[in-house]
């Protein structure tokens, strides 16, 4: 066992200091590799429910040709959002004597499961109006649409297939190509709209699930 000596005009604190230094830093590096591996498990954690939900999804499920993608994509993220479509009342373009519903935005967060369970992301319209998914890793896609189906729930909003044109970030979204909107529930528009609605916004609930695809 190591002891010390005090010796006359050497204070404890210039003793003890080379002590202490050694000391802040195994704490430092304990820190820091706490916070790495933190970092870590939550990557490999992303990863793993983004391969249970492409397990899960079935490719016999009944996708309209007129939305399909073509034989060179390969799915890369299935996603469940659960949020609401906005939307605003204004005069009617073609009829300025009538009031209409319009369609403003989109708002909703995307999970790996259809519990809503895990969180992954989420949907919006960017700075320029275009749709916007984006993704806890950083990555994100906007997209424009190519073509929509009515939803079989005709209380619910078309399905849709979009092209992606903008993908920022270098996570799993930087290579997507396409978007299916599919087996969407609710977010129509109100039926009806009077002048004294004027201005104001509804938010109308709904729930879709997502396809993103790459090329192979």
């Known amino acids: 066992m190591q002891a010390f000596v005090f010796v006359a005009g050497h204070g404890i604190d210039s003793m003890l200091r080379p002590h202490f230094a050694r000391y802040t830093y195994i704490g430092t590096f304990f820190n820091t590799f706490t916070t790495n591996f933190k970092q870590m498990i939550r990557v490999v954690s992303f990863a793993f429910l983004i391969l249970c939900t ?72 960017n700075q320029s109006g275009s749709p916007t998914w984006e993704s806890t890793d950083g990555s994100s896609v906007s997209g424009a649409k190519l073509q929509q189906v009515n939803s079989p729930d005709q209380l619910a909003i078309p399905w849709l297939l979009l092209k992606a044109t903008l993908t920022q970030g270098a996570g799993i979204l930087k290579a997507t190509t396409f978007i299916q909107r599919l ?19 509804v938010e109308i609930p709904y729930t879709a699930e997502y396809l993103f695809y790459s090329e192979k």
């Open 54 to 125: 492409l397990a899960a999804f079935g490719q016999d499920r009944n996708i309209p040709p007129a939305i399909q993608v073509n034989e060179s994509s390969k799915l890369i993220i299935h996603a469940y959002a659960k949020g609401v479509q906005v939307y605003v009342c204004q005069q009617d373009p073609k009829d300025t004597s009538k009031f209409v519903w319009i369609f403003k935005a989109p708002r909703a967060t995307l999970y790996a499961d259809s519990s809503y369970q895990q969180v992954i992301g989420k949907h919006y319209f």
């Open 183 to 201: 087996f969407t529930k609710g977010g129509k528009a109100p039926v009806g709209a009077d002048s004294w609605q004027k201005g104001k916004y």
